[in-house]
Every structure is written in C-alpha cells, then in structure tokens.
C-alpha cells in the first residue's frame, strides 16, 4: 500500500472551525448517515488533486468529486487579511474529516491501493473501468453528513472560459461530516467538547433549504 496523500497535512495551516452557512434528484439539505461504498483519488488537467467519494444515503447512491489542492498541488490558500496565515481548503478539510470520523486517522495517513473502478469517460461518454487509487480503509465505514442543496448555472465553455448558460440546476455538497453516535464534528472532538451541538444547530438553520450559488 502507498499514502499518495502524505505530504498533505494540517502542519502550519490554520485551525479549521464549524460555521453555520446561510435528472439526478438532489437530495433535500440536511444531515445523513451515510456508508461509504468508493472513496478515490484522481488529478484535473490543471493538476488540482481530487478525492471522489461514492455514500449509500437511504435509497440514494450519492457522489462527489472533492477538490483538495489546487493547481499547484496545495491544500491552503493565504488568508486575504494576514498573508503569513495558511487556511486549508474547505474540500481538503471536508475530506479529511471524513477519514478522521470514518478511521481515526487523517487523509495523509491513508493507505491507497490501484483498484478498477467505473468512471465517467468524456470521450466515450459512458463509464469505463480505469485503474486508480482507492483509499481503501474508508470503504464500508459509516458517518455522519452535513448535505447542502444548491442551486447553481449551469455553464458551457466558451474559448478558455466557463460561461453561464441562463439554465440552473440544484446539486448538492458535503458541507459538515460528524460521528454517528456523538453527533460530533472534528471540531467539537478536538477541542474536548462533552457532547456535539453544533449540528443540532446547522439542521434548525438550513434543513430543506437551497442555496442560491448563481450568478
């Protein structure tokens, strides 16, 4: 097995911390105990680093594609008010949470293993088998998620650039992870906290709410 994430740590970045934020049937906002059933790195053109996470909610077959660097291969991005400050990507913090709620250790302690799996092919337009890195501790691990409905443009690309379209759809993203039985999130567990409350709060403020994310 190989850790293809181990460079990617928390070292020097700063503390991550829970906030409240304001075809394919998108699932209602709320929070879900999901089973992951894939969980598999992969690369953009640009060189932006991924992990696409395959959950079983309810009746659901849910997925997402997670950006966790980007094209440059970092996981942080400068903090606008104090450049010295490092402040981790929120898909990099959202999949390391998952690995620490799923397995107790953090993504760059993820053992990874060359598996065939069925991903989209752009060419082919249907999904072939390819050989990719599968984080294998997390598959079958049960979790807590925090998903939000959003609406958002739909875009097409014109030149170099993605453009809006004037249509919309709602798509959804994991915007918390937490730990069945506590309810905890990694914030509340690392910072000694008796019981979990913050999601209590995050379902009373957005449950079956959509986000409005277009331009």
Same mark, same amino acid.
């Given at each position: 097995?190989?850790?293809?994430? !181990?460079?990617?740590?928390?070292?020097?970045?700063? #503390?991550?911390?829970?906030?409240? =934020? !304001?075809? @394919?049937?998108?699932?209602?906002?709320?929070?879900?105990?999901?089973?992951?059933?894939?969980?598999?790195? =992969?690369?953009?053109?640009?060189?932006?680093?991924? +992990?696409?996470?395959?959950?079983?909610?309810?009746?659901?077959?849910?997925?997402?594609?997670?950006? /966790?660097?980007?094209?440059?291969?970092?996981?942080?991005?400068?903090?606008?008010?104090?450049?010295?400050?490092?402040?981790?990507?929120?898909?990099?913090?959202? /999949?390391?949470?998952?690995?620490?709620?799923?397995? =107790?250790?953090?993504?760059?302690?993820?053992?990874? #293993?060359?598996?065939?799996?069925? /991903?989209?092919?752009?060419?082919?337009?249907?999904? +072939?088998?390819?050989?990719?890195? +599968?984080?294998?501790?997390?598959? =079958?691990?049960?979790?807590?998620? !925090?998903?939000?409905?959003?609406?958002?443009?739909?875009?097409?690309?014109?030149?170099?650039? @993605?453009?809006?379209?004037?249509?919309?759809?709602?798509?959804?993203?994991?915007?918390?992870? @937490?730990?069945?039985?506590?309810?905890?999130?990694?914030?509340?567990?690392?910072?000694?906290?008796?019981?979990?409350?913050?999601?209590?709060?995050? +379902?009373?403020?957005?449950?079956?709410?959509?986000?409005?994310?277009?331009?």
């Amino acid at each position: 097995m190989s850790h293809i994430f !181990g460079n990617l740590t928390y070292d020097g970045l700063e #503390e991550a911390q829970d906030r409240l =934020g !304001g075809g @394919y049937q998108a699932l209602e906002t709320d929070a879900y105990p999901a089973i992951i059933t894939m969980a598999y790195a =992969g690369q953009a053109a640009s060189g932006a680093r991924s +992990v696409t996470v395959h959950a079983k909610i309810n009746d659901t077959d849910y997925r997402e594609t997670i950006y /966790i660097t980007n094209k440059k291969g970092e996981n942080f991005f400068l903090n606008k008010d104090d450049n010295t400050k490092k402040v981790p990507l929120p898909g990099f913090t959202t /999949i390391n949470d998952i690995c620490l709620v799923g397995t =107790g250790a953090p993504l760059c302690d993820q053992p990874t #293993e060359d598996k065939l799996v069925k /991903i989209w092919d752009k060419d082919e337009r249907k999904e +072939v088998p390819k050989s990719v890195p +599968v984080l294998v501790d997390l598959i =079958g691990k049960e979790i807590g998620l !925090g998903i939000l409905n959003s609406l958002t443009d739909v875009n097409e690309k014109v030149g170099n650039d @993605y453009v809006p379209t004037g249509k919309t759809r709602n798509e959804n993203n994991i915007e918390k992870v @937490y730990d069945l039985g506590t309810r905890m999130t990694v914030v509340e567990a690392v910072n000694d906290m008796e019981s979990g409350a913050f999601m209590d709060a995050w +379902v009373e403020r957005n449950k079956g709410q959509v986000r409005d994310n277009t331009s």
